[in-house]
C-alpha cells in the first residue's frame, strides 16, 4: 500500500535566517485518513498539536482527506528546536479498508518549501516492477522514437496578447535569448534517435527569431526522422517564413487565433493586424496546395474567452475553409501574474455551456474535430444576449498574400515513428508526459511538462538531455506515475483541471 505526506513549514520562514525555533507552524497532508499523530523520541520536550484549520491549504489539495484541519504547531517547552535536525513522527492511519496502520515519518525542517514524503508495503517488488516496465520502456524506445522536445528558440514576442504573460513589463523587458542552429544541434544529438516530435515554441513566438530559418534546415538535413511543429500568431508567416516551412518539411503548424471578425482578434492580440494575419494564413495554405504537400497539417487554437465565445461557432466554418485538422479550443489558463481574469469563463458558466453545444454543433457539421473542456457542472440557464452578427465576410475578403520567394518543390520526407500503441504496456499511466516529452525552459532547465513545478536537471557542466531524460529523477517520476501515486509538482496542472483537453469531441 503506498502511502503519500506532504507537508510545508511556514513559520518561520526561511526569509528569517534562522537557525533555531521555539516554535513552528505548518501543515501535513496525508493520502489515506489520519486518526492521530505524536511525536516519537521526545528529548527535547517539544509539544506537538495537530488539525489546526488551513482553509487555505484545502484550497489547493482537494483530493486528501482532513485537508480542512491539517495545521499544527510544534513548540519547544526547553531547549530551542534546531532546523538542521529532523522531527520524527509517529502517524496512525485508515487505509482503504479502515484498517488502522501506524507509519513513521521523518520531517526534515526545510522552511517554506512544499516536501513529500512516499512510504510502501511492498517498497522492494515495488521498485522490482518498476524496473522491469522501465528496462522494457527503454527497449521500446530505442526501436520506436517516441519524445516530443518542447522548447522556445526565442524569448520575445511581436504581440502583447490580454490574456498572456508577455504583456508583462517583466517578462517583455527581459534581455533577448535566442539559440543557434548549431546550439540546438549541440543540445539533442544525443537524445535525437528517441525523439518523434520537436516543438520550437511555447510561449513566445519563433518567427522572431533570426535563427528560424537556419534551425528548420539544420533540423531536415540531420534529423530527417523528426517531425517539426512550431506555434505562430501568423504575424511574421511571410513569403521567406513559408518558402522555409514546405522545403524543411515542417509537419505541423500551430496558428493562434482567438475570432472570427477584426475587431474581436485585433482587441484580443494587441499589436496585430487582422488582414496580414489572415492573408498570411491563406497563401501557406494555397502554397501547400501548390507543391502538392500533405504537410504542414493545420492546427488551430482558440481561447475561449468572454469576449469571442459568441464567435466560437462561426470559427469552425472559417477553419474548414482553411482545411484545418484540428481545432483546439481551451479556456483561458491563470499565470503568476493573475488567478483570476475578467475574461475567464469560469465566471459565466451557464454562457460557456449554452456556445459549446452550439460549436459541436457546427463541427459535426463541418466534420471538423475539436478539443473542447467539458461543460461546467451549473443549474443556471443562459439567456442569449444581444451580440453582434458573426459571418465570415471579412475573412472572404482577404486575398492571400503573394508568394514572392521561390519553392523548390522537391520530394517529400515520409516520416514513420512510434505511435501510442506500441507502449501500450503504460496504459496504467496517470499521465504518459514523463514518458515522451522533455522540456527545454530558458534553454537550460529540464521539466517533464510546461505546468511541472520541478526540474529534472539542468544543461550545465557535463549534463545532457540523454543522461537527465534517464537519470534516477526522470525514473522516479515515471515510476510515480504508473502507480498512481500523488506528485505536488502537478497541482496546478490545466489538463487535470479541464482548462486544456487533449479528445477531440463529437
Known amino acids: 500500500m503506498i502511502t503519500n505526506f506532504l507537508y510545508c513549514i511556514d513559520y518561520p520562514s526561511k526569509t528569517d535566517g534562522l537557525q533555531e525555533t521555539q516554535k513552528l507552524e505548518g501543515w501535513l497532508l496525508c493520502s489515506k485518513k489520519i486518526r492521530s499523530i505524536k511525536i516519537l523520541d521526545d528529548l527535547e520536550g517539544l509539544f506537538f498539536n495537530y488539525g489546526i484549520s488551513r482553509p487555505d491549504v484545502a484550497l489547493h489539495f482537494k483530493d486528501f482527506p482532513g485537508n480542512t484541519a491539517c495545521g499544527f504547531t510544534v513548540i519547544a517547552e526547553k531547549a530551542p528546536i534546531n532546523l538542521k535536525n529532523k522531527i520524527f513522527l509517529q502517524v496512525e492511519i485508515e487505509d482503504s479498508e479502515a484498517a488502522v496502520k501506524n507509519i513513521k515519518i521523518a520531517l526534515d525542517l526545510v522552511l517554506s518549501n512544499i516536501m513529500s514524503i512516499e512510504t510502501d508495503d511492498n517498497n522492494q517488488l515495488m521498485i522490482e516492477s518498476f524496473q522491469k516496465t522501465e528496462d522494457l520502456f527503454i527497449k521500446t524506445l530505442k526501436k520506436h522514437p517516441w519524445l516530443t522536445i518542447r522548447m522556445d528558440i526565442t524569448n520575445k514576442c511581436n504581440l502583447k496578447c490580454i490574456m498572456c504573460h508577455y504583456k508583462e513589463e517583466e517578462i517583455s523587458s527581459r534581455p533577448t535569448q535566442a539559440i543557434t542552429a548549431d546550439q540546438l544541434h549541440h543540445k539533442i544529438k544525443d537524445i535525437a534517435p528517441y525523439v518523434s516530435h520537436i516543438m520550437l515554441s511555447c510561449g513566445f513566438e519563433p518567427l522572431m527569431s533570426k535563427h528560424f530559418h537556419d534551425i528548420l534546415s539544420m533540423l531536415n538535413k540531420n534529423y530527417p526522422h523528426i517531425e517539426i511543429a512550431f506555434c505562430t500568431n501568423a504575424m511574421l508567416l511571410n513569403s521567406k517564413a513559408r518558402k522555409s516551412v514546405i522545403e524543411n518539411d515542417v509537419t505541423h503548424v500551430l496558428l493562434s487565433l482567438d475570432g472570427v ?244 469531441v463529437k
Open 261 to 504: 471578425t477584426r475587431n474581436t482578434v485585433e482587441k484580443i492580440r494587441v499589436g496585430s493586424s487582422y488582414n496580414k494575419i489572415i492573408s498570411n494564413i491563406k497563401a501557406l495554405c494555397e502554397l501547400k496546395q501548390k507543391n502538392k504537400r500533405n504537410f504542414p497539417v493545420f492546427y488551430i487554437n482558440f481561447v475561449l474567452m468572454n469576449s469571442n465565445i459568441h464567435e466560437a461557432p462561426a470559427f469552425v466554418a472559417l477553419c474548414a475553409s482553411l482545411g484545418v485538422t484540428i481545432i483546439d479550443f481551451r479556456h483561458l489558463v491563470g499565470n503568476i501574474f493573475f488567478s483570476e481574469h475578467d475574461e475567464m469563463l469560469s465566471s459565466n458558466k451557464a454562457k460557456y455551456n449554452y456556445f459549446r453545444k452550439l460549436i459541436i454543433d457546427e463541427s459535426n457539421k463541418f466534420n471538423i474535430d475539436v478539443r473542447l473542456p467539458e461543460p461546467y457542472e451549473t443549474t443556471d440557464i443562459y439567456t442569449p444576449e444581444p451580440l453582434p452578427i458573426v459571418d465570415l465576410s471579412e475573412f472572404n475578403a482577404i486575398i492571400p498574400d503573394i508568394q514572392s520567394e521561390e519553392v523548390c518543390n522537391r520530394p517529400e520526407i515520409i516520416r514513420k515513428n512510434a505511435t501510442d500503441a506500441d507502449f501500450q504496456f503504460l496504459s496504467a499511466a496517470t499521465c504518459l508526459r514523463p514518458f515522451n516529452e522533455i522540456m527545454i525552459v530558458d534553454h537550460v532547465k529540464i521539466r517533464p511538462c510546461s505546468y511541472y513545478n520541478g526540474s529534472m536537471g539542468t544543461l550545465e557542466g557535463e549534463n545532457t538531455l540523454y543522461s537527465i531524460f534517464f537519470n534516477e529523477k526522470f525514473a522516479k517520476l515515471r515510476q510515480r506515475k504508473l502507480n498512481a501515486q500523488f506528485d505536488h509538482n502537478c497541482i496546478n496542472c490545466p489538463i487535470k483541471m479541464n482548462l486544456l483537453p487533449t479528445e477531440a
